[in-house]
């Protein structure tokens, strides 16, 4: 069984620009997370959609950060215009169903603005 | 707002050694707490789940024990392995979110 896949695995983009994260999560995880990790700081909770649904959306910093996951299948997340405290690693994780507990974490995408 | 610590030193012990990890937490208990793996340049990987009515989870090498009362999980490993080096991160879930809070993570190192 394939794992969270992201992509890209890296992207440096500067200031004002335009970046779109993708994450497929396990075939057939109603539930995707997204998370970051900036410099020096913990792993934190952006959001979480169930199926196509937003469920959760109380950890994205601003309306820079936009989130889709259309057909409920693979998930983008876009920051426009990109800022310099967006530098980080992007997570993304699945989870089966409702009570499953267990998130699987995609490797990252590590984002550089320059 | 709830906050998580974690060693921020690194932990350096020798192969054969138990390691043992702490992560303390302010404020309400979570539904439960899990202990996740990471190595450089790679996402999280799922170790051990334990629930706030449980006491203790063991899994082949690993325990965790999860005391309400001192806010408080160890994460041990027994017999550590060189391999076993990696950054360990306590996660928390509290009831009616799915959202994981994360503590900043231990490193740690077993030497040969």
């Known amino acids: 069984e394939a794992g969270v896949t992201q992509f890209p695995s890296h992207s440096v983009i500067e200031k004002g620009q335009t970046v779109t994260l993708r994450c497929d999560p396990i075939s057939g995880h109603d539930n995707l997370y997204w998370y970051r990790r900036v410099m020096g700081k913990e792993i934190k909770f952006l959001l979480h959609?169930?199926?196509?649904?937003?469920?959760?959306e109380s950890g994205m910093p601003n309306n820079r950060f936009l989130a889709e996951r259309t057909g409920g299948t693979y998930s983008t997340l876009k920051v426009q215009p990109a800022e310099l405290e967006d530098s980080g690693v992007y997570f993304c994780a699945s989870s089966l169903r409702q009570g499953s507990e267990t998130q699987y974490f995609g490797p990252g995408t590590r984002l550089l603005v320059l | 707002s709830q906050k998580i610590e974690q060693n921020s030193e690194a932990l350096n012990i020798q192969e054969g050694k138990t390691a043992t990890l702490t992560c303390n937490y302010t404020n309400y208990s979570p539904a439960y707490l899990q202990w996740y793996r990471q190595d450089p340049g790679r996402g999280p990987v799922f170790l051990l789940l334990i629930r706030e009515n449980e006491k203790e989870k063991r899994k082949e090498r690993l325990k965790v024990t999860f005391d309400t009362t001192l806010k408080q999980s160890l994460f041990h490993i027994t017999a550590s392995q060189p391999a076993d080096s990696a950054t360990y991160l306590c996660?928390?879930?509290?009831?009616?979110?799915?959202?994981?809070?994360f503590g900043s993570g231990t490193r740690l190192q077993v030497q040969p």
């Open positions: 996660a928390l879930r509290y009831t009616g979110r799915r959202a994981l809070t």
């Open positions: 959609f169930v199926k196509e649904s937003k469920q959760d």
